[in-house]
């Protein structure tokens, strides 16, 4: 076993606190938050910005998130940049914590809100060296223990092998909306959109809302009548937590979405869905993209846009390449010039297509916000 002692760690009066990595290795640092234990995936986010609206994104539910951003909580804690209802994230790591929020719309201090919510933390860790071994062993279970959670290594590392995977976990469920709820269109009522709740993110419904989108947000469970009876223009699929393989009923719900030729845009998970529909396969990424500066290339149009993402799974082929599926040709039409992974998905025969990346993208970046414009253009093309 390996241990990193806490950058701060002797200066702190906060509790001690360690995260502890399935594979044994141990970051000593102080308590930050809630006190006690927690138990997900450890992954890292590189954005610089934006950690209130990573926090409450309900995509990053059972992960214990690494802040690559030295310097986390400057701007504390307000009311209006939540991206649900609660903090999703099972654990947070920080290196150095801002002792004092400044900012008009601060409310209180971050750790302030991680303590409200029960969110167990961790500070003083060298996240530099954290984020180098899981890029290089790849994202894995971990556990996050201060206070009277702490416990001997060996008894920490137990618990955290004890924990279920990230891989075969169905968990958009468990995020999902339990009662369907209207987002209504700003000004004049253009379309009507049945979105699947598979995790959404707060400001995806608000950006439809600003182009005349009535979006009518569905549970997880919904049926094709559900569906249906919603009399929609377009369905959207949205992001979430959890391993795509296990979703079986919302991929079936999708085939049934493009048998009847409904327009339909999905992002992220909902990529992910769309893929398998049309029979593409998806595997767990090593250590997954998540942050706000991930580069994405349109197949068609040669244009490069910098995008938000957050995903650990992605779906298998290859840059522009067409396939057959049951509802005619497809093609994989966005990948990422990083690794090569897919990032976009576009039915060539039925009004289909989906992104991996995040064009709500709270907090930015912006390049990616006219896909929403292009799904208007889809359901105004059927309609």
Known sequence: MTESVGLSAATSAAPPAALVLEDGRVFRGTGYGAQGRALGEAVFCTGMTGYQE??????YHRQIVVQTAPQIGNTGWNDEDDESSRIW?????VRD???VPSNWRSKRALDTELANQGIVGIAGVDTRTLTRHLREQGAMRAGVFSGDGMASVDEMVADVLESPP?????????????????VPAQGETRFRVAALDLGIKANTPRMMSQRGMEVHVLPATSSIEDVLAVS??????????GDPATTTHATELTKAVLERKLPLFGICFGNQILGRALGMGTYKLRYGHRGINIPVIDVATRQVAITAQNHGFALDGEPGTEFDTPYGKAMVSHYCPNDGCVEGVRALDVPAFSVQYHPEAAAGPHDAAPLFDEFATLMEAVK
């Open 89 to 93: 994230v099972a654990g947070y790591v």
């Open 97 to 99: 914590p801002a002792r």
């Open 232 to 241: 929609p223009d377009g369905v959207f699929l949205s992001n979430g937590p």
């Open 54 to 59: 990573t926090l409450t994104d309900p995509s």
């Open 166 to 182: 990230m891989a075969g976990a169905d968990l958009a469920g468990e995020v999902t909306t339990r009662e369907p709820y209207v």
